[in-house]
């Protein structure tokens, strides 16, 4: 079984929409994080958490929230969707208490907004 | 995503050696990450250097100069399976990874 897992795989949505994508994780890690992806921009940090009541803005959260219900869950939310938030996402996990920062990445949501 | 430069595309024949070049920043640098990802999946780890010189894995070896702010990659024996983009990701004080774009390498026969 995967040791982090992103639902949905693939989502179609409408401008305006308010739709959440989750992510859960099996390795006992503290920190998660919430990322997008486009063709060649890399990976962008848009929210990360390390721990449960720790919440924190990256470089593009405008337009997102998030919410970690547990040490194992973190949600990314987009509140009234656009197309420009057409993108992967992806989430991340690492340890924090290992001193290695290593992150493990799930499968990502394909998000298509229209 | 601050200054982190790699090079968007290089291509390189099966069995050769190809290096992939990363600068960056130095200012409150801790460490750097390479992390390979194919076309459509996850990115997976590779490395992380946090002192001078070179680390080697198997085929792939990664090198660091914290004062100049360049690390690269170097892949040995190049296999079809390398094609794949490359990430470079700093890490600074915050231990927050910030990834470059990511070089494509093609690997042809």
């Known amino acids: 079984d995967a040791d982090v897992t992103q639902t949905p795989r693939n989502r179609i949505t409408k401008t305006g929409k308010r739709i959440m994508l989750e992510c859960s994780q099996t390795?006992?890690?503290?920190?998660m994080y919430w990322y997008r992806q486009d063709p060649g921009l890399g990976l962008r940090l848009i929210y990360y958490s390390f721990d449960v009541k720790d919440i924190n803005k990256g470089e593009i959260s405008d337009g997102y929230s998030v919410s970690r219900q547990a040490q194992a869950k973190f949600s990314l939310s987009l509140e009234s969707a656009i197309p420009n938030q057409t993108a992967l996402y992806f989430c991340?996990?690492?340890?924090?208490?290992?001193?290695?920062?290593?992150?493990?990445f799930g499968p990502g949501t394909r998000l298509t907004v229209t | 995503g601050q200054n982190i430069d790699q090079p968007t595309e290089m291509t390189a024949t099966e069995g050769a050696i190809v290096q992939i070049n990363c600068t960056y920043q130095t200012s409150g640098f801790n460490g750097l990450f390479w992390y390979q990802q194919h076309a459509g999946e996850a990115p997976t780890f590779l490395s992380y250097n946090v002192l001078d010189g070179l680390e080697e894995k198997g085929r792939f070896s990664s090198f660091l100069s914290r004062s100049k702010g360049y690390s690269y990659l170097l892949l040995k024996e190049l296999q079809m399976k390398d094609s794949a983009s490359y990430l470079c990701?700093?890490?600074?004080?915050?231990?927050?990874?910030?990834f470059g774009r990511g070089t494509s390498l093609i690997v042809h026969p």
């Open positions: 991340a996990t690492s340890d924090g208490t290992s001193g290695s920062y290593e992150q493990y």
């Open positions: 990701a700093v890490e600074r004080g915050s231990y927050i990874p910030t």
């Open positions: 390795k006992g890690h503290d920190r």
